[in-house]
């Protein structure tokens, strides 16, 4: 994958916006698609890329958001299913590419 991919990948995900759905996991919800924002917004400004701390982190959040999807209604689960490839589009993509 190439920086350019994530670009794409983002932009389609900001442009969605936060879906409206009612969950016991909204908050923790949250909190994963903040984090993997935050992971997209300091490779995009790094030309390192992601570190490792950052890398495990990531991957919690993908293990964790693939506990939560299953339960979402499914008029939200696109959203969280296109958040789960921003993650692993991330983790796929090599330093300073």
């Known amino acids: 994958m190439d920086r350019n991919a994530i670009i ?3 932009e389609h995900h900001c442009a969605d916006g936060w879906p409206q759905f009612s ?3 909204q908050g923790p919800l949250m909190t994963i ?4 924002g935050g992971c ?6 790094s030309s390192d890329g992601l570190d490792a701390q950052r890398c495990a982190i990531l991957k919690d959040c993908l293990n ?3 506990d939560l999807t299953d339960e ?6 696109p959203y969280f299913l296109r958040l789960r490839r921003l993650g692993r589009l991330l983790l796929d993509t090599k330093p300073g590419l």
């Open 23 to 25: 969950s016991p996991h």
């Open 64 to 66: 964790d958001l693939d």
């Open 72 to 77: 979402l209604d499914a008029e939200c689960r």
């Open 33 to 36: 698609d903040t984090v993997i």
């Open 8 to 10: 794409t990948a983002w």
């Open 40 to 45: 997209v917004v300091y490779y995009l400004d």
